[in-house]
Protein backbone atom coordinates (compact mmCIF):
# COMPACT_ATOMS: atom_id res chain seq x y z
CA UNK A 1 0.00 0.00 0.00
CA UNK A 2 2.95 2.29 0.96
CA UNK A 3 3.92 2.07 -2.76
CA UNK A 4 0.58 3.20 -3.90
CA UNK A 5 0.91 6.22 -2.01
CA UNK A 6 4.40 7.20 -2.97
CA UNK A 7 3.69 6.75 -7.03
CA UNK A 8 0.20 8.59 -7.14
CA UNK A 9 1.08 12.07 -7.09
CA UNK A 10 4.14 10.78 -9.82
CA UNK A 11 0.62 9.50 -12.05
CA UNK A 12 -1.20 12.66 -11.66
CA UNK A 13 1.71 14.53 -13.05
CA UNK A 14 2.07 12.19 -15.82
CA UNK A 15 -1.46 12.05 -16.56
CA UNK A 16 -1.90 16.27 -17.06
CA UNK A 17 0.68 15.81 -19.53
CA UNK A 18 -1.63 14.06 -22.02
CA UNK A 19 -3.75 17.79 -21.76
CA UNK A 20 -0.85 18.72 -23.97
CA UNK A 21 -1.81 18.57 -27.85
CA UNK A 22 1.82 19.21 -29.31
CA UNK A 23 3.73 16.79 -27.08
CA UNK A 24 4.38 13.42 -28.08
CA UNK A 25 3.21 11.00 -24.72
CA UNK A 26 3.26 7.63 -24.39
CA UNK A 27 2.53 5.97 -21.24
CA UNK A 28 2.71 2.37 -19.19
CA UNK A 29 5.85 1.67 -21.67
CA UNK A 30 7.75 -1.20 -20.82
CA UNK A 31 11.39 -0.43 -19.36
CA UNK A 32 15.04 -2.03 -19.23
CA UNK A 33 17.16 -0.31 -16.24
CA UNK A 34 20.60 -0.79 -15.75
CA UNK A 35 22.59 0.94 -12.16
CA UNK A 36 26.48 0.38 -11.56
CA UNK A 37 28.20 2.10 -8.53
CA UNK A 38 28.95 5.49 -9.29
CA UNK A 39 32.85 5.21 -8.48
CA UNK A 40 33.86 7.88 -11.11
CA UNK A 41 34.62 6.07 -14.17
CA UNK A 42 31.75 7.51 -15.73
CA UNK A 43 28.50 6.84 -16.52
CA UNK A 44 26.26 4.51 -14.09
CA UNK A 45 22.95 4.86 -15.54
CA UNK A 46 20.83 3.45 -18.59
CA UNK A 47 16.84 3.39 -19.40
CA UNK A 48 15.41 1.74 -22.27
CA UNK A 49 11.93 2.41 -22.89
CA UNK A 50 9.99 1.06 -25.88
CA UNK A 51 6.60 0.08 -26.98
CA UNK A 52 3.78 1.80 -28.81
CA UNK A 53 5.59 2.83 -32.05
CA UNK A 54 8.41 4.06 -29.78
CA UNK A 55 11.64 3.40 -28.49
CA UNK A 56 14.32 5.11 -26.27
CA UNK A 57 17.73 4.31 -25.19
CA UNK A 58 19.56 7.01 -22.67
CA UNK A 59 23.27 6.48 -21.09
CA UNK A 60 23.99 8.87 -18.44
CA UNK A 61 25.18 9.28 -14.52
CA UNK A 62 24.78 10.62 -11.12
CA UNK A 63 26.61 13.18 -9.14
CA UNK A 64 29.41 10.99 -6.95
CA UNK A 65 28.42 10.47 -3.57
CA UNK A 66 24.50 9.23 -4.60
CA UNK A 67 25.83 5.54 -5.11
CA UNK A 68 29.34 4.59 -4.53
CA UNK A 69 31.71 4.10 -0.98
CA UNK A 70 33.11 3.89 1.13
CA UNK A 71 30.01 4.42 3.51
CA UNK A 72 30.86 4.22 7.44
CA UNK A 73 27.93 2.69 10.32
CA UNK A 74 25.93 6.20 11.03
CA UNK A 75 26.42 7.72 7.69
CA UNK A 76 23.87 8.46 5.25
CA UNK A 77 23.24 7.62 1.45
CA UNK A 78 20.80 8.03 -1.63
CA UNK A 79 18.60 10.85 -0.97
CA UNK A 80 17.39 13.20 -3.78
CA UNK A 81 19.59 13.23 -6.96
CA UNK A 82 19.65 13.82 -10.54
CA UNK A 83 20.38 11.59 -13.20
CA UNK A 84 22.30 13.62 -16.44
CA UNK A 85 22.16 11.79 -19.58
CA UNK A 86 25.53 11.62 -22.17
CA UNK A 87 24.19 9.92 -24.77
CA UNK A 88 20.66 8.56 -26.41
CA UNK A 89 18.66 7.09 -29.29
CA UNK A 90 15.09 7.92 -30.24
CA UNK A 91 12.94 6.54 -32.59
CA UNK A 92 9.27 7.38 -32.99
CA UNK A 93 7.35 5.48 -35.94
CA UNK A 94 9.99 4.58 -38.67
CA UNK A 95 12.23 7.93 -38.13
CA UNK A 96 14.77 7.45 -35.85
CA UNK A 97 17.06 10.38 -34.25
CA UNK A 98 20.69 10.74 -33.13
CA UNK A 99 21.27 12.29 -29.97
CA UNK A 100 22.65 15.39 -32.00
CA UNK A 101 19.10 15.65 -33.57
CA UNK A 102 17.02 16.14 -30.01
CA UNK A 103 18.18 17.10 -26.55
CA UNK A 104 17.48 14.48 -23.53
CA UNK A 105 16.63 16.79 -20.27
CA UNK A 106 18.41 16.01 -17.04
CA UNK A 107 15.83 14.15 -14.19
CA UNK A 108 15.79 16.01 -11.30
CA UNK A 109 12.63 14.20 -10.07
CA UNK A 110 14.12 11.32 -8.13
CA UNK A 111 13.75 11.76 -4.52
CA UNK A 112 14.87 8.90 -3.61
CA UNK A 113 14.49 8.53 0.47
CA UNK A 114 17.89 8.36 3.10
CA UNK A 115 19.46 5.51 4.32
CA UNK A 116 21.25 5.44 7.62
CA UNK A 117 23.91 2.64 7.44
CA UNK A 118 23.22 0.34 10.48
CA UNK A 119 26.63 -0.44 13.09
CA UNK A 120 26.21 -3.97 13.15
CA UNK A 121 28.40 -5.02 9.95
CA UNK A 122 25.13 -6.23 7.63
CA UNK A 123 24.65 -5.67 4.22
CA UNK A 124 21.96 -3.06 3.42
CA UNK A 125 19.18 -3.26 0.83
CA UNK A 126 16.85 -0.53 0.21
CA UNK A 127 13.91 -0.90 -2.03
CA UNK A 128 11.97 2.62 -3.25
CA UNK A 129 9.23 2.71 -5.79
CA UNK A 130 10.25 4.27 -9.16
CA UNK A 131 9.00 5.28 -12.25
CA UNK A 132 11.58 5.18 -14.96
CA UNK A 133 10.61 8.49 -17.20
CA UNK A 134 12.40 10.42 -20.05
CA UNK A 135 11.10 13.78 -22.00
CA UNK A 136 13.02 16.10 -24.12
CA UNK A 137 12.54 18.06 -27.59
CA UNK A 138 13.31 16.85 -30.84
CA UNK A 139 15.64 20.01 -32.69
CA UNK A 140 15.20 18.23 -36.19
CA UNK A 141 12.77 16.74 -38.32
CA UNK A 142 9.71 16.78 -35.96
CA UNK A 143 7.47 14.20 -35.80
CA UNK A 144 3.48 15.65 -36.21
CA UNK A 145 2.06 15.15 -33.13
CA UNK A 146 5.20 18.29 -32.01
CA UNK A 147 8.16 18.47 -30.76
CA UNK A 148 7.90 17.53 -27.62
CA UNK A 149 8.43 14.32 -26.10
CA UNK A 150 7.81 12.53 -22.82
CA UNK A 151 7.99 8.28 -22.65
CA UNK A 152 6.81 6.86 -19.26
CA UNK A 153 7.07 3.28 -17.98
CA UNK A 154 5.26 1.25 -16.22
CA UNK A 155 6.01 2.11 -12.19
CA UNK A 156 8.38 -0.70 -10.74
CA UNK A 157 10.45 -0.42 -7.35
CA UNK A 158 14.25 0.13 -7.71
CA UNK A 159 16.91 -2.53 -5.74
CA UNK A 160 19.98 -0.88 -4.44
CA UNK A 161 22.52 -3.05 -2.04
CA UNK A 162 24.79 -2.07 -0.08
CA UNK A 163 27.98 -4.79 1.35
CA UNK A 164 29.97 -4.47 4.00
CA UNK A 165 33.47 -4.86 3.51
CA UNK A 166 35.38 -5.58 7.68
CA UNK A 167 38.31 -4.87 5.82
CA UNK A 168 38.28 -1.76 3.71
CA UNK A 169 38.92 1.88 6.31
CA UNK A 170 38.15 -0.32 9.46
CA UNK A 171 34.99 -1.76 8.13
CA UNK A 172 33.12 0.56 5.18
CA UNK A 173 29.94 -0.17 3.10
CA UNK A 174 29.82 -0.13 -0.91
CA UNK A 175 27.63 -0.14 -3.29
CA UNK A 176 27.51 -3.46 -4.80
CA UNK A 177 24.66 -3.87 -7.05
CA UNK A 178 21.07 -2.76 -8.49
CA UNK A 179 18.10 -3.61 -10.28
CA UNK A 180 14.68 -2.76 -11.66
CA UNK A 181 11.31 -4.88 -11.19
CA UNK A 182 7.89 -4.23 -12.35
CA UNK A 183 4.76 -6.04 -9.96
CA UNK A 184 3.43 -8.88 -11.64
CA UNK A 185 -0.69 -7.80 -13.16
CA UNK A 186 -2.02 -9.61 -10.26
CA UNK A 187 -0.09 -7.61 -7.53
CA UNK A 188 -0.98 -4.37 -9.98
CA UNK A 189 -4.47 -5.51 -9.93
CA UNK A 190 -4.59 -5.42 -6.06
CA UNK A 191 -3.12 -2.11 -5.81
CA UNK A 192 -5.93 -0.86 -8.12
CA UNK A 193 -8.11 -2.17 -5.78
CA UNK A 194 -6.49 -0.98 -2.47
CA UNK A 195 -6.10 2.66 -3.50
CA UNK A 196 -10.27 1.75 -4.83
CA UNK A 197 -11.30 1.02 -1.17
CA UNK A 198 -8.97 3.64 0.12
CA UNK A 199 -11.15 5.66 -1.98
CA UNK A 200 -14.31 4.63 -0.96
CA UNK A 201 -13.64 4.74 2.28
CA UNK A 202 -12.83 8.36 2.05
CA UNK A 203 -16.58 8.84 0.21
CA UNK A 204 -18.05 7.54 2.83
CA UNK A 205 -16.13 9.69 5.87
CA UNK A 206 -17.12 12.88 3.77
CA UNK A 207 -20.76 12.53 3.41
CA UNK A 208 -22.94 14.03 5.24
CA UNK A 209 -25.03 12.14 8.02
CA UNK A 210 -28.79 11.42 7.61
CA UNK A 211 -30.92 11.90 10.48
CA UNK A 212 -33.62 9.42 10.49
CA UNK A 213 -36.99 10.78 9.97
CA UNK A 214 -39.26 10.90 12.98
CA UNK A 215 -42.26 8.91 13.70
CA UNK A 216 -45.64 10.72 13.93
CA UNK A 217 -48.50 8.86 15.67
Not at 168 to 190: D, Q, R
Request: charged share 15%; glycine share 12%.
Amino acid sequence: MKLVLRILPTVFVLISITAFADVTVRNNLDANIGIEPNLGAGDNWSVSLFGQGVFIQAIGGTPLGFFDGPYFPGDMALGPTTIFWDVAGLQIGSTGYDFSQFDLFPDDEPDFPFVTFPTNGKDVTVRVPFVPFLFGTIISDCPSSGCDFAFVGKPGTLSFSFTFDPESFGGAYFASSASFSVPEPGTLGLMAAGLAGILAVFKRRKRPAVLPHSQHS
